[in-house]
Every structure is written in structure tokens, then in C-alpha cells.
């Protein structure tokens, strides 16, 4: 059974900065491409950011791309979502997911969350004005 937790969710004001972590346990994490989904409250489940199984391929929303960077680390078995000129359209719960298909066996879109099998429990960040 495969689980990720999600830490590093916070209060933080505009113009600052977080950095989100996803450690994941029970399958062969770096099999997988690896992605980050937001939800404010009220509003749907958005595509945040994705990176490729070997780290070499990298996504982002429009909303995000400049402001946020996404890593991995194979070996920690970890994912990494640095979060900089924060705004307050950012609040919401961060989730961690991972994507179906070992290695990208399976084309499906990489923005849509049914895209996805397991996610974590999520992770709140608040950006104040």
C-alpha cells in the first residue's frame, strides 16, 4: 500500500515563501512521476506542479510557473514543492499525489487529477494579504 504525507503547510504573508514536503512509502517511488494539487475552499481540485519519474521532465500551471519549483529525491523517497512570491490566490490544502503508470506507461493528461491514484492527507497553506 502506498502512502505519502504531506509537510510544511503554514501561515505565511504575500510575498513570502514555504516549502512543502511529500515523503512516500510502500511501492517503488522512483518508478513514478510525482505531482502536486491544490484546493481552495469551495473550488475544484487544481494541477499545481508535476515532475517526471527521473526528474527530468517538469510541469506547472500558468498560475504558479516562476513562483514555485518542484523536486524529488529518489533516494529520501521525497518530493518537494518550493513556494516563492506567495499570494493570497494560493491558499488552500496542498495534496501530494502520485501519478498512475510506472514510468509513464500510461498516457493520460498530467493536469487532471483522475490522472492520479493515491494522494496524501494534505497539508494547509494560508497566505495572508
Known amino acids: 500500500q502506498v502512502q505519502l504525507a504531506e509537510s510544511g503547510g503554514d501561515v505565511v504573508q504575500a510575498g513570502g515563501s514555504l516549502r512543502l514536503s511529500c515523503v512516500a512509502s510502500g511501492d517503488t517511488f522512483s518508478d513514478y512521476t510525482m505531482g502536486w494539487f491544490r484546493q481552495a475552499p469551495g473550488k475544484e481540485r487544481e494541477f499545481v506542479a508535476a515532475i517526471m519519474w527521473s526528474g527530468g521532465v517538469l510541469h506547472y500551471s500558468e498560475s504558479v510557473q516562476g513562483r514555485f519549483t518542484i523536486s524529488r529525491d529518489n533516494a529520501k523517497r521525497t518530493v518537494t514543492l518550493q513556494m516563492n512570491s506567495l499570494k493570497p490566490e494560493d491558499t488552500g490544502v496542498y495534496y501530494c499525489?502520485?501519478?498512475?503508470?510506472?514510468?509513464?506507461?500510461?498516457?493520460?493528461?498530467?493536469?487532471?487529477?483522475?490522472?492520479?491514484?493515491?494522494w496524501g492527507q494534505g497539508t494547509q497553506v494560508t497566505v495572508s494579504s
Open positions: 499525489t502520485r501519478k498512475r503508470g510506472k514510468r509513464g506507461s500510461v498516457p493520460i493528461p498530467t493536469a487532471d487529477p483522475t490522472s492520479y491514484d493515491y
